[in-house]
């Protein structure tokens, strides 16, 4: 401690001097948008023994799955702030959805006991038979925001909600805050003003946006200096709150289930961090394991009790999803949070090297500030087979095709620049297109080009055969979105077939307006690792789908840190070749995936087969999981590269039980046999690398696995190791009141 024992009087009386200092100068609703990242926070976080006060004093940001009116979350927000007064705490205000009465979130439940011709009755939505409306995934009802007799009531509620709150929390959690209306989730059959008519939904939606809007706006003019954080909320509602939750962007990028490249989806948050007026800039977006999986296997009712710890820890393992959405919120200059996912958010307790040390708040935002924005690093170095890309040749031997005279496209040079102009119509198609380009069957290309359109619209670039029966050799997985203004491109596409002939075209739609090309290029091969630098340090992500070398701007050292394996591969057993008469059940909860394969040993004729891929020679651990019993055989074989390995399946814990250390170079094969006795499981096989991902070495140079991302420290900057200063007692890296408080209540100096 700083203070010694003979100075306590005048120790005691400069801390408290500082004390009131701290908080005038601070006030506890202004936030520090100077923090350094990586910013993470925490969204309905469950309060357990095993969740203490001093795991969520960790993050920027926790948002509870609380009112705040019951006195167990102003003593938790309490303590929390002590730890970290940088700690922003919101608490759940639920504007949009009508909760049942008791359920600790209903704001008005005397609109559910309201009778027809009452204020009340109109405040929660209904069809034209009266029956209130709730949406199919969470059961929900919501509140007629178009009604403005409702819209008073709910602004007059929670003012003076927040008014009794005695300044224990910094802001709300706004949920399902869109400007898409609600016909959406309810369906075609809404009748606002309860004369049992159905309403017109055009009408229904845009009542229902004005009037959140007129919320927020009401909201903000009480409470100028609050947090209002409203998931969903589009860029224009940030001069109102102060930033929105990108949910299922990113999950759904890495699930291969979302229309959008990597960097489109980064401009999206970027542009939203941008523009909001109102500090503090709490924009975030969430990431989870694989989502197909959990959503498949789980469900919002069933997930409370049907996950086990084991799986759990298992999801919380994917570690490169982890880095490849925290990078990306940092390249956006966002916040994150790596959690389970919609149906169970805020209880994983997970925890990751990239974030700091755990329970040291001096090691949050150990990066410190961006000193530029995300750059595309990674050269692609084979030819270019566009020919006049740029235009500066006219026109030639670029050109409009259209599928008739019906379709009118025009094409000229226009300030340097491909200028499509087309006329609209009903049906038909227009490209815009150039021959000949060669492409080879399993190869990748990248095509970039900048473009710009009139008005915002979707197109598509592919590479398909000109003559014969004219078939698509490659296409890109993603539209094309254009927008007004000037924006740069890359899509990345795969040959599926090979080709000396093929044309490279761009769909341009039908709709009347202007598309404006420049830049055009075509190349074998991929890029697709982006950059950007901070004060002490520098994050870098590979968004293409080969694994990616580049060299370094300058040396940099590696986190050091034992959690995450140098590289990891999980197969499942459907993803495994089968020989022989397996058959192929539904997957209980302790067994991992969809489906298992199950035989009766002895069957030698039978076997699965796990093929993996090693990018890094060395020792890796093979293990197998395993939900054991009694009924399972003992005596399973399982062969690792020629050797054989007994993997008995009727005892031990659920999860994976190691099948030894192996040297690997490239490959791996891993073949299960059912030549002992008794019922033979063939689930998941992994393999893990004993060298460690963020080892603290120096590097000159990365190699980035696809849908991947480091976080790399200047080699003589600063690292997430805590920072120890003299009267600290909280470890936020100063001596301010928080710490006054923690001495005199605890040690009584």
């Known amino acids: 401690m700083g203070c010694k024992k003979l100075l306590i009087v005048s120790c005691r009386l400069s801390t408290v001097l500082l004390f009131f200092a701290f908080f005038l100068l601070n006030p506890k609703n202004t936030f520090a948008d100077s923090s350094g990242y990586p910013r993470i926070y925490n969204l309905w976080g469950n309060y357990t023994a095993n969740v203490d006060n001093g795991y969520f004093a960790s993050f920027n940001l926790y948002a509870m799955y609380s009112d705040g009116s019951n006195s167990t ?46 204020p009340d009755y109109a405040c929660i939505l209904r069809n034209s038979s009266g029956a209130v409306l709730r949406d199919v995934s969470y059961n929900a009802a919501y509140n007629n925001l178009g009604n403005s007799y409702c819209r008073g009531v709910l602004v007059n509620y929670f003012i003076g909600k927040w008014n009794a709150s005695g300044g224990h929390f910094d802001g709300w959690q706004v949920d399902q805050a869109g400007d898409g209306g609600v016909s959406w989730v309810l ?62 962007d990113m999950k759904r990028y890495l699930d291969n289930d979302f229309g959008r490249p990597w960097p489109e989806i980064i401009n999206g948050f970027s542009v939203w961090a941008q523009n909001t007026a109102i500090n503090p800039n709490t924009t975030g977006l969430m990431n989870s394991p694989n989502g197909i999986l959990i959503k498949t296997k789980y ?33 956006a200059g966002v916040m994150y949070s790596y959690d389970l996912g919609s149906y169970m958010y805020g209880n994983s307790n997970w925890w990751y090297d990239e974030y700091g040390t755990r329970g040291q708040i001096s090691t949050l935002g150990y990066l410190g500030q961006p000193t530029d924005t995300h750059t595309l690093v990674s050269q692609i170095t084979s030819p270019d087979q566009v020919v006049n890309g740029n235009f500066s040749s006219g026109t030639s031997p670029w050109f409009a095709s259209t599928s008739g005279s019906s379709v009118i496209a025009t094409y000229n040079v226009e300030n340097g620049s491909a200028h499509i102009h087309l006329g609209g119509a009903a049906s038909g198609w227009a490209v815009f297109r150039e ?90 091969g991929v890029g697709g690792v982006w950059q950007r630098h901070f004060d002490n340090g520098t994050v870098l992500l590979n968004e293409g789908p080969l694994q990616q070398t580049v060299t370094l701007d300058k040396t940099y050292q590696k986190l050091n840190g034992t959690q995450a394996p140098l590289y990891f591969q999980r197969i499942d057993d459907d993803q495994a070749t089968v020989v022989g008469s397996w058959t192929n059940p539904s997957a209980s909860f302790d067994q991992w995936g969809l489906k298992v394969h199950s035989i009766t040993a002895p069957n030698t004729s039978a076997t699965l087969t796990y093929n993996f891929t090693i990018p890094y020679a060395g020792e890796y651990e093979v293990l197998a999981w395993v939900a054991p019993s009694a009924s399972y055989s003992k005596n ?102 928080a710490d006054y408080v923690i001495w005199l209540s605890n040690y009584n100096v």
């Open 636 to 737: 399973v074989t399982v062969n690792i590269n020629g050797a054989d390995v007994n993997l008995d399946q009727s005892v031990g814990a659920l999860g994976w039980h190691s099948l030894g250390k192996y040297n690997f170079n490239q490959s791996a094969t891993v073949v299960v046999k059912p030549l002992g006795s008794g019922v033979v499981i063939g689930d998941a096989i992994k393999v893990v690398s004993t060298a460690r991902y963020n080892d603290g070495s120096t590097v000159n140079s990365i190699t980035l696995q696809p849908n991947d991302a480091i976080v790399l420290l200047n080699s003589s900057g600063s690292s997430p190791t805590p920072t120890l200063i003299s009267g600290d007692a909280n470890s936020d890296g100063k001596v301010d009141g």
């Open 435 to 524: 021959n000949y380009v060669s492409v080879e069957t399993g190869k990748y290309y990248t095509v970039s080009f900048r473009a710009k359109a009139s008005t915002s619209r979707n197109g598509g670039v592919r590479v398909q055969r000109a003559g014969g029966a004219w078939e698509t050799l490659a296409q890109a997985a993603y539209n094309i979105r254009l927008f007004p203004e000037w924006n740069q491109y890359y899509y990345v596409l795969k040959a599926t077939g090979t080709g000396t002939n093929g044309t490279l075209l761009f769909d341009l739609g039908i709709d009347a307006g202007d598309i404006y090309f420049d830049d055009i290029a075509f190349q074998e």
């Open 187 to 248: 369906g075609n059959n809404i009748d606002t003003n309860v004369d049992g008519i159905p309403d017109n939904l055009t009408s229904v939606d845009a009542d229902y946006v004005a009037g959140m809007i007129d919320i927020f706006q009401r909201l903000r003019a009480a409470f100028p200096n609050i947090i209002i954080h409203a998931n969903d909320s589009p860029p224009y509602y940030g001069q109102w709150v102060n930033g929105r939750l990108y949910e299922m």
């Open 73 to 118: 979350s102003k003593s938790r927000a309490d303590a929390i702030h002590v730890l970290n007064p940088n700690t922003k705490i919101l608490v759940t205000a639920d504007i949009i959805p009508a909760h049942d009465p008791g359920s600790g979130l209903d704001v008005q439940p005397q609109w559910w006991s309201a009778t027809p011709g009452t």
């Open 299 to 331: 469900n919002f009712q069933n997930i409370w009790t049907a996950i086990k710890p084991e799986m759990m820890a298992e999801y919380g393992a994917d570690y490169d999803r982890m880095r490849f959405g925290l990078v990306s919120s940092m390249m």
